[in-house]
Nanobody
Framework: VQLQASGGGLVQAGGSLRLSCVAS????????IGWFRQAPGKERDGVSC????????YYDGSVKGRFTISSDNAKNTVYLQMNSLKPEDTAVYYC?????????????????WGQGTQVTVSS
């Protein structure tokens, strides 16, 4: 399994960014793609996840209503649309994958990780 995240950058508070995660190498559709973020000096936290099989989603409370996760299965790509960005959203964002149907965003249950992409929100 390989995951490739991209789309980070520098944006002003209130702005938007869209992250992409290209996922490949899965043997079935029974898996979850999650987005995580890690700010300097802090633990890595789950942001959102989506089921490849049925498209169901989950959002952490800190981003609910501002971020939208979606997938284009034909392109094997999961997107994280981030709107109304705040300085506290500044972090390295990672996509990850886990086998099975459960929508969870605990770091320890994810088996595969992509490299991070930096998101910086200026005030």
């Amino acid at each position: 399994v390989q995951l490739q995240a991209s789309g980070g950058g520098l944006v002003q508070a209130g702005g938007s960014l869209r992250l992409s995660c290209v996922a490949s190498g899965f043997s079935s559709d029974d898996y979850i793609i999650g987005w995580f973020r890690q700010a300097p000096g802090k633990e890595r936290d789950g942001v959102s996840c989506i089921s490849r099989s049925d498209g169901s989603t989950y959002y952490d409370g800190s981003v609910k209503g501002r971020f939208t996760i979606s997938s284009d299965n034909a392109k094997n790509t999961v997107y994280l649309q981030m709107n109304s960005l705040k300085p506290e959203d500044t972090a390295v964002y990672y996509c990850a994958a886990r086998n099975g149907p459960l929508l969870r965003v605990e770091v320890e249950v994810y088996e595969y990780w992509g490299q991070g992409t930096q998101v910086t929100v200026s005030s």
